[in-house]
């Protein structure tokens, strides 16, 4: 019997989320100043830079987001922003126009500004991540039925739930790790792994942790629960035939609360 048995996961979504609340990371390694000069210009016309800044931002999902185009043009013939992010507000002053987009929800979007000069166009692109740090990273204290460990793990208001990758680590090493990246719905979720580990002997008394990673086209956001450790083993072959049934069976009903959960899920989404 392969005990490496399954996985299950469900998404509950949650309407709300604290605005503007926890975790920002700024982008890593893409990362540069704000906007250097543009590449130089034909010879033919004026040489003139646009930047914006901030170039990277992430913000929570839903919040929104001030952007600033400002360009060396002494008179600019016109500017405009380019995105499928929905537009606020605009302020402008001499060289620069600050545009607001609203309630960022796509966990990833370019957004250009252009402007004109002395008949000539030129660009600069920001980039915005949408996402959200896990409230928390909880993983139940391991039950023992017969041969097999049952381990569940839950991550809380977590968004964007199809970049995660939940992992769980047994004295440090990898025992599963499963990737959501079919779950592309637009709010935040709370997801929980239930896994079926085989019990050893040596197991005893070892740390078991797990490990949410958002990972953001470069943007790395880990979170990792506290540890618990595996009970001692109770070994006996009659209590191995009937772990696998029972074992069989919590499965079952965790996948059937996953399947309706989603379901209601998706008809309040065809409904709204
Ligand atoms: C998600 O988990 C949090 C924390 O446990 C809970 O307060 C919230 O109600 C959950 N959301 C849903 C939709 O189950
Ligand atoms: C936009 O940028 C310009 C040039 O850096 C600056 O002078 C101006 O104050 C900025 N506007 C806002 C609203 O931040």
């Not at 302020?91 to 002395?118: E, I, K, M, N």
């Not at 792994?193 to 790395?220: E, I, K, M, W």
Request: net charge positive; aromatic share 8%.
């Amino acid at each position: 019997m392969g005990s490496l048995l399954l996985l299950l996961l469900l998404l509950l979504l949650s309407p709300s989320y604290p605005r503007g609340g926890s975790a920002r990371r700024r982008w890593g390694a893409r990362t540069q100043g704000p906007g250097g000069p543009s590449p130089a210009p034909p010879e033919t016309s004026a040489p003139f830079w646009v930047r914006i800044s901030p170039e990277f931002k992430a913000v929570p999902p839903g919040a929104s987001v001030w952007l600033n185009c400002s360009s060396s043009c002494p008179r600019p013939e016109g500017s405009s922003l380019r995105t499928e992010l929905r537009r606020g507000d605009t302020l402008s002053g001499p060289g620069w126009v600050s545009y607001q987009l609203l309630d960022v929800r796509a966990w990833s979007s370019d957004v250009h500004c252009f402007v004109t000069c002395a008949g000539e166009t030129r660009g600069a692109t920001a980039r915005i991540t949408a996402y959200k740090q896990p409230r928390s990273v909880i993983l139940e204290p391991p039950v023992l039925m017969g041969s097999e460990y049952t381990l569940r793990c839950h991550v809380t208001h977590v968004f964007p739930v199809g970049f995660l990758v939940v992992t769980l680590r047994r004295g440090g090493r990898v025992i599963y790790s499963e990737s959501l990246e079919r779950f592309t719905g637009r709010d935040l979720a709370n997801v929980t792994l239930t896994y079926a580990l085989r019990a050893r002997p040596s197991d005893f008394g070892q740390p078991v942790t797990c490990h949410a990673r958002l990972n953001l086209d470069g943007l790395v956001v880990l979170s990792s629960s506290a540890p618990v450790t595996l009970p001692v083993l109770a070994w006996s072959p009659a209590s191995k035939a009937l772990a696998s049934t029972s074992i069989a069976a919590l499965v079952g009903i965790l996948l059937v609360v996953g399947a309706l959960c989603l379901r209601k899920y998706l008809s309040m989404k065809s409904r709204a």
